[in-house]
């Protein structure tokens, strides 16, 4: 094996892993954004190239079925 193969970053998951992956990130977020609310803590986010601060009564809600429903499927037995 050559010095270029050994640089170049194993590959860790399937491309058909990807929509379970973005259903998990998506649940985290949304689990995130809810107790941020649920605390009233802003959140800061970059929108437009800008760092803007995102107040707790500007936080959209979630539906609770959103985030639990990307929670079970991403779980693995044990």
């Known amino acids: 094996m050559s010095s270029d193969e050994s640089n170049q970053p194993k590959k860790s998951f399937e ?7 973005l ?25 437009d190239g800008k ?7 500007d936080i959209p809600d979630f539906a609770p079925e959103s985030a639990e ?3 079970e499927k991403t779980e693995h037995p044990a």
């Open 15 to 21: 491309l058909s892993h990807l929509p379970i992956v």
């Open 69 to 71: 429903e990307g929670k």
């Open 51 to 57: 760092v803007v601060e995102v107040e707790p009564e």
């Open 23 to 47: 259903k998990a990130f998506q649940a985290g977020v949304q689990a995130a954004l809810t107790d941020h609310k649920r605390r009233q803590q802003s959140v800061v986010v970059w929108r």
